[in-house]
């Protein structure tokens, strides 16, 4: 998809589709919608009047309402899409307002859209901070390279609907915002390709994008975006000692991949060093300890956090923060097989901590732990880690929001404010070391498992916390978050990309 911005008045504009946004302005809680358009130009307000004082458009969020040839515009269609309440609009809207666009474009083969880029005349004062020209237009375009992502790739009788052109329209006065604008537009691009890049990694099924092809990739993005990568297998993971990762490597036939990834900002604005660790299971079948077949097809998507963590360094290469960035991403396929670890063997940690197995299906944890601990030896000062790490952690917070664990309050803090800036839902649960009795074993240092099955996102969260000793560290559980199950009128269903955002804002925050 080309993207372009222009300062210039939508009325004169040709195009196949033209959107303006929609929100309802009406306030208390019984009365009747009163859908009002975010522009100021008279001509679209005239054109649109009858059938917004109708009572059949009701601006709710996502909702549209499409009139051809419309008056006084040189556009063939014009698309109004809902906002939702003008009261409580977020920037978050405004990616599902332009993914809208985007997919309703898309499901009738037009090839090119252009959006009005919202005018706030409509809005209460209180708006104004949230709804700043430079989110809005990262919003707008973030939303609809989105919403462009078509995860249908294997389809031979597939027919290509992916947009060429997209143009957002901005009002040519206010010359003073012009510069904010841009940079969120551009800003709303970079975002948006991380972001798909993460999700065309974790669609791949795993007889493709196996350890090796996750290497083989990220190392070809990082190529391509000018940051370090080296690609690493079973030797350097014997020389490292890491026992954990190499013993859920050892019942699959693909060789294990530890990917490591440094981005060295021009001139650093403090010494820290933040590390991104991603578990990269490509495929967990659970192991010994195996799945049940039903739902085992989407365990390809464990590979998720991975995902997220590189897509992130896409964004970070390309936006430039002033600050040391390093990722650790372990890859492995956890497979049954006559070479796999099983319950009741006896792992050892490159941090020289001995573990029991007690399920090999809980084997994210285990690859981790080497993970966070590397990294610590790379010299990381701040660590967070993403994982589709526990079923129960789906069962406690469902799909909406990600479970969120830390040791250290103002890590926790930042992170948490980043991540609502990014428009993404985190929950912190806790992870305090009155659970750390649950993870004890009668041989061992500790357990792989729980030893029951309550508070399982939090016993897996305490096992990672053995492998992080003080250092401020985040570990995200998005097991429920990964992956979108039906389609929604602004993103396909299919993988979703969860995290980037938010880890990418909360390295901006710590680049002082
Ligand atoms: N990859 C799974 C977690 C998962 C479950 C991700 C559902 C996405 C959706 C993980 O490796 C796993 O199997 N965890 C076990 C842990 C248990 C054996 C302690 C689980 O959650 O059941
Ligand atoms: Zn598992
Ligand atoms: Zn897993």
Same mark, same amino acid.
């Given at each position: 998809?080309?993207?372009?911005?222009?300062?210039?008045?939508?009325?004169?504009?040709?195009?196949?589709?033209?959107?303006?946004?929609?929100?309802?302005?009406?306030?208390?809680?019984? *009365?009747?919608?009163?859908?009002?358009? #975010?522009?100021? @130009?008279? /001509?679209?307000?005239?054109? !649109?009047? $009858?059938? +917004?004082?109708?009572?059949?458009?009701?601006?709710?969020?996502?909702?549209?309402?499409?009139?051809?040839?419309?008056?006084?515009?040189?556009?063939?269609?014009?698309?109004?899409?809902?906002?939702?309440?003008?009261?409580?609009?977020?920037?978050?809207?405004?990616?599902?307002?332009?993914?809208?666009?985007?997919?309703?474009?898309?499901?009738?083969?037009?090839?090119?859209?252009?959006?009005?880029?919202?005018?706030?005349?409509?809005? *209460?004062?209180?708006?104004?901070?949230? #709804?700043?020209? @430079?989110? /809005?237009?990262?919003?707008? !375009?973030? $939303?609809? +390279?989105?919403?462009?992502?078509?995860?249908?790739?294997?389809?031979?009788?597939?027919?290509?609907?992916?947009?060429?052109?997209?143009?957002?329209?901005?009002?040519?006065?206010?010359?003073?915002?012009?510069?904010?604008?841009?940079?969120?537009?551009?800003?709303?691009?970079?975002?948006?390709?991380?972001?798909?890049?993460?999700?065309?990694?974790?669609?791949?099924?795993?007889?493709?994008?196996?350890?090796?092809?996750?290497?083989?990739?990220?190392?070809?993005?990082?190529?391509?975006?000018?940051?370090?990568?080296?690609?690493?297998? !079973?030797?350097?993971?014997?020389?490292?000692?890491?026992?954990?990762?190499?013993?859920?490597?050892?019942?699959?036939?693909?060789?294990?991949?530890?990917?490591?990834?440094?981005?060295?900002?021009?001139?650093?604005?403090?010494?820290?060093?933040?590390?991104?660790?991603?578990?990269?299971?490509?495929?967990?079948?659970?192991?010994?300890?195996?799945?049940?077949?039903?739902?085992?097809?989407?365990?390809?998507?464990?590979?998720?956090?991975?995902?997220?963590?590189?897509?992130?360094?896409?964004?970070?290469?390309?936006?430039?923060?002033?600050?040391?960035?390093?990722?650790?991403?372990?890859?492995?396929?956890?497979?049954?097989?006559?070479?796999?670890?099983?319950?009741?063997?006896?792992?050892?940690?490159?941090?020289?901590?001995?573990?029991?197995?007690?399920?090999?299906?809980?084997?994210?944890?285990?690859?981790?732990?080497?993970?966070?601990?590397?990294?610590?030896?790379?010299?990381?000062?701040?660590?967070?880690?993403?994982?589709?790490?526990?079923?129960?952690?789906?069962?406690?917070?469902?799909?909406?929001?990600?479970?969120?664990?830390?040791?250290?309050?103002?890590?926790?803090?930042?992170?948490?404010?980043?991540?609502?800036?990014?428009?993404?839902?985190?929950?912190?649960?806790?992870?305090?070391?009155?659970?750390?009795?649950?993870?004890?074993?009668?041989?061992?240092?500790?357990?792989?498992?729980?030893?029951?099955?309550?508070?399982?996102?939090?016993?897996?969260?305490?096992?990672?916390?053995?492998?992080?000793?003080?250092?401020?560290?985040?570990?995200?559980?998005?097991?429920?978050?990964?992956?979108?199950?039906?389609?929604?009128?602004?993103?396909?269903?299919?993988?979703?990309?969860?995290?980037?955002?938010?880890?990418?804002?909360?390295?901006?925050?710590?680049?002082?």
């Amino acid at each position: 998809m080309s993207t372009q911005l222009f300062f210039a008045d939508a009325t004169p504009f040709v195009t196949p589709l033209l959107t303006v946004f929609s929100v309802d302005i009406s306030t208390g809680p019984d *009365s009747e919608p009163l859908p009002t358009l #975010l522009t100021t @130009s008279d /001509t679209l307000s005239n054109s !649109t009047r $009858g059938i +917004l004082t109708s009572g059949e458009f009701k601006a709710t969020l996502g909702e549209t309402l499409l009139l051809h040839r419309p008056a006084g515009l040189k556009a063939e269609r014009l698309l109004v899409v809902g906002l939702g309440k003008a009261k409580t609009l977020v920037p978050a809207e405004l990616r599902t307002g332009a993914g809208t666009a985007v997919r309703f474009a898309k499901a009738r083969a037009i090839r090119s859209l252009a959006i009005i880029f919202p005018e706030d005349r409509a809005l *209460s004062d209180e708006h104004l901070d949230t #709804l700043d020209c @430079s989110k /809005t237009a990262r919003a707008l !375009t973030e $939303g609809a +390279l989105l919403a462009d992502f078509d995860p249908e790739i294997y389809r031979t009788d597939r027919k290509d609907r992916s947009i060429e052109s997209l143009t957002v329209l901005a009002p040519a006065q206010e010359k003073g915002s012009h510069d904010d604008i841009r940079t969120g537009f551009t800003e709303g691009e970079v975002l948006a390709a991380a972001q798909n890049f993460t999700r065309s990694l974790v669609l791949e099924p795993g007889n493709i994008l196996t350890p090796t092809e996750l290497g083989r990739r990220t190392a070809a993005m990082c190529a391509a975006h000018s940051i370090e990568c080296a690609v690493h297998s !079973t030797a350097k993971l014997k020389e490292l000692g890491m026992g954990a990762f190499l013993g859920v490597a050892q019942g699959s036939a693909e060789p294990p991949a530890l990917i490591v990834m440094r981005y060295e900002p021009a001139k650093p604005a403090s010494d820290k060093v933040i590390a991104l660790i991603g578990k990269g299971i490509t495929f967990d079948t659970g192991g010994i300890s195996i799945k049940p077949a039903d739902g085992m097809d989407k365990m390809k998507y464990d590979m998720a956090g991975a995902g997220a963590m590189i897509g992130a360094m896409q964004a970070i290469a390309s936006l430039k923060p002033a600050v040391r960035v390093i990722s650790v991403i372990c890859s492995a396929e956890n497979m049954p097989s006559g070479t796999a670890y099983k319950p009741g063997d006896v792992l050892t940690a490159m941090s020289g901590k001995t573990i029991e197995i007690m399920n090999t299906d809980a084997e994210g944890r285990l690859v981790l732990a080497d993970g966070l601990h590397y990294a610590k030896t790379l010299g990381a000062t701040h660590m967070v880690d993403a994982a589709t790490l526990t079923g129960a952690c789906v069962v406690a917070l469902g799909k909406v929001n990600s479970g969120l664990f830390s040791n250290d309050e103002d890590t926790c803090d930042v992170f948490l404010q980043a991540s609502r800036g990014a428009g993404e839902h985190f929950w912190r649960l806790p992870c305090t070391d009155d659970y750390r009795e649950l993870i004890k074993s009668a041989i061992a240092d500790i357990q792989n498992t729980g030893v029951d099955r309550w508070g399982g996102a939090i016993t897996a969260a305490m096992f990672l916390k053995e492998f992080v000793g003080d250092t401020p560290w985040v570990h995200l559980d998005i097991a429920g978050q990964a992956w979108i199950d039906e389609n929604r009128t602004s993103i396909a269903k299919g993988p979703s990309g969860v995290a980037v955002r938010s880890i990418v804002e909360w390295v901006r925050a710590l680049a002082v």
